[in-house]
């Protein structure tokens, strides 16, 4: 709680983001190293904003689910019979324990292993072995926890908030930004799921931050980048976005599958970046998207999963296996190049002698993130 942080922390982190990019630092380590202050995070923002969980193909047919967890919160999304998306906390109404482990599948009930409490894919429990004896329980009054689920674009989202704003006005500023690569369009060629030895705010500024393509990402996409032409517009709640002239993300910066259809207008190098806060991040070229999710699950380490998407049609092409790997390859080394600095940075917050160096112009979208994330979290 805000109680147990320090309040010379909080204004120290304050003062920082509310000085101009010219005149800014980067935040004290403590906002990355403090369980106190991921714990007001995950309850300012977290547990209020709506979250992209997943795709809709990953629970395209009746009896299919995924299972995940917001930090200390597992959820779990359903495909029920009539083809409505269904979203409950994923924990049983006896004891607590989850009904699917994490990952996804097909199930008619959802059963719980301890005690063997049964759920219909709509979350109603309908079998609860040997509690016929206990007074006034009655089967057909117990459902799991809802949330609020919705769909966009092909991916699903969830809120832990009880009163959402709608999902239509929450995403309306991204749609409006990178609509036009309509991803509901596309499939899934890969999912890479990685974990990240760093705060969860390391990784989405990272996700935002052009500065270090030629350092870090030198042997891969850095010198295609011309991150001296690079803009950021900044969007609302943290957000960000920037249309850009650059290269595909394959080892030659060809496009082995082509644009695809409804982006064939657009120049070969056609580049687009979106963030929406607090867990998104897009990357579009004329040939695929890569989309991002961010999930903290400690104050040191956060999953990222990588979705590789390509237009539907693409999947028919001869030879789609083989050409959409060079892709998914290509991409896998560029996530670890960005996870191997990861327990670096978390070091360096951590560490007595560190002292936040200065923005350069290039950290524009991160100085924005992070004005928005502590004004969020304090302000």
């Known amino acids: 709680m805000t109680e147990s942080i320090d309040p010379a922390l909080i ?4 003062e920082c983001v509310r000085k101009p990019l010219e005149h800014g630092s980067h935040l004290p380590g403590a906002l990355y190293t403090s369980q ?4 007001r995070e995950m309850d300012k923002i977290f547990r209020v904003d709506w979250l992209c969980v997943g795709r809709e193909e990953e629970v395209a047919n009746p009896g299919d689910y995924m299972a995940t967890r917001i930090l200390n919160e597992p959820i779990i999304v359903t495909r029920d019979e009539t083809g409505g998306l269904n979203a409950f906390s994923n924990i049983c109404r006896h004891r607590g324990v989850q009904v699917a482990e994490n990952g996804c599948g097909n199930a008619k009930r959802l059963t719980c292993p301890y005690h063997g409490w049964s759920y219909d894919i709509k979350g109603r429990l309908v079998a609860a072995p ?5 007074e ?3 089967v057909k009054s117990v459902h799991l926890p809802v949330l609020h689920v919705g769909a966009w674009a092909g991916w699903v ?3 832990l908030n009880p009163d959402p704003a709608p999902l239509e ?3 309306e500023s991204f749609e409006n930004d990178i609509g036009f690569l309509q991803l509901g369009r596309c499939r899934v060629g890969r999912k890479l799921i990685t974990t990240w030895d760093c705060n969860w705010k390391m990784v989405t500024e990272n996700l935002c931050d052009p500065y270090h393509f030629r350092a870090l990402h030198g042997k891969t996409f850095g010198p295609r980048i011309p991150v001296e032409s690079y803009q950021f517009e900044l969007r609302e709640r943290g957000g960000n976005y920037a249309f850009y002239d650059a290269a595909s993300q394959t080892p ?9 259809p409804w982006l064939s207008n657009y120049s070969k190098g056609m580049s687009a970046f979106g963030f929406m806060a607090p867990n998104m991040a897009t990357v579009g070229r004329v040939d695929e998207a890569h989309v991002y999710t961010v999930w903290p699950e400690a104050i040191d380490r956060t999953c990222v999963v990588l979705y590789h998407l390509f237009a539907e049609e693409h999947f028919a092409l001869p030879e789609f296996d ?3 790997k060079v892709y998914s390859d290509f991409m896998a080394q560029v996530v670890s190049e960005d996870a191997s600095v990861a327990p670096l940075l978390q070091q360096g917050a951590a560490s007595a002698n560190f002292n936040p160096g200065r923005l350069s112009w290039l950290e524009k979208a991160v100085h924005h993130q992070m004005r928005y994330t502590v004004e969020r979290t304090f302000g």
């Open 252 to 260: 030659s910066g060809d496009t082995p599958l082509g644009a695809m």
């Open 130 to 134: 040997l509690m016929d004896q206990s």
């Open 11 to 14: 204004n120290e982190a304050l």
């Open 169 to 171: 006005s929450f995403v």
């Open 157 to 159: 989202f969830v809120t």
């Open 322 to 324: 083989e050409k959409s």
């Open 36 to 39: 106190q202050v991921l714990d």
């Open 136 to 138: 006034g329980f009655d």
